[in-house]
T-cell receptor, first 113, second 116 residues
Framework: NAGVTQTPKFRILKIGQSMTLQCTQD?????MYWYRQDPGMGLKLIYY???????DKGEVPNGYNVSRSTTEDFPLRLELAAPSQTSVYFC????????????FGPGTRLTVT | AQSVTQPDIHITVSEGASLELRCNYS??????LFWYVQSPGQGLQLLLK??????LVQGIKGFEAEFKRSQSSFNLRKPSVHWSDAAEYFC??????????????FGKGTHLIIQP
């Protein structure tokens, strides 16, 4: 039982490039989330999903896209990377909604230069 | 919209001393409150949570927290800290966010330093 896994661990992008951050969970959780963590700040919700085929915007969705074709996977797509997207990205999952414990992956540190 | 304030950015405590980390929240209804810990280079791990009932909740690693509705607070405590407790601690409230999204609203975190 690996929990929530994220790849890659680190990535450096040039401005304007695109990439996909991968997230997989093996706990059969319905809910999955993407957060970003900027230095000295708490985590902010980017997108979330309540089940396969259903996604919705969080607090800071601009510049990102997501899809949820299976229960296990919830990739985050960055189109036209900008320096403002330099951050640490965390994927999380929970059995149900915000009243349930969220399980976090180890994070992806992204630098856009 | 809900918000969480952690007034202390850094706290330094001697090993073996007691610890209290402060958290204040703003939310119109009964909150779902959480404390998470983040060790360097790691994801977040749940320490404890409060939904309802007994206002003093016990968590993992010897931590506890007390919910005080009148003060809108959910402070985290530990009677005797260990060097391995050095980490970043986040308080969070679970709710539907301003945009209608489900998720956690986090405070900015408190960085705990343990002195030998």
């Amino acid at each position: 039982n690996a929990g929530v896994t994220q790849t890659p661990k680190f990535r450096i992008l040039k401005i304007g490039q695109s990439m996909t951050l991968q997230c997989t969970q093996d706990m059969n959780h319905n809910y999955m989330y993407w957060y970003r963590q900027d230095p000295g700040m708490g985590l902010k919700l980017i997108y979330y999903s309540v089940g396969a085929g259903i996604t919705d915007k969080g607090e800071v969705p601009n510049g990102y896209n997501v899809s949820r074709s299976t229960t296990e996977d919830f990739p985050l797509r960055l189109e036209l990377a900008a320096p403002s997207q330099t951050s640490v990205y965390f994927c999380a999952s929970s059995l149900r909604d915000y009243t349930y414990e969220q399980y976090f992956g180890p994070g992806t540190r992204l630098t856009v230069t | 919209a809900q918000s969480v304030t952690q007034p202390d950015i850094h706290i330094t405590v001697s090993e073996g001393a007691s610890l209290e980390l402060r958290c204040n929240y703003s939310y119109g209804a009964t909150p779902y409150l959480f404390w998470y810990v983040q060790s360097p280079g790691q994801g977040l791990q749940l320490l404890l949570k409060y939904f309802s009932g007994d206002t003093l909740v016990q968590g993992i690693k010897g931590f506890e927290a007390e919910f005080k509705r009148s003060q809108s607070s959910f402070n985290l405590r530990k009677p005797s800290v260990h060097w391995s407790d050095a980490a970043e601690y986040f308080c969070a409230v679970g709710a539907r966010t301003g945009g209608g999204a489900d998720g956690l609203t986090f405070g900015k975190g408190t960085h705990l330093i343990i002195q030998p």
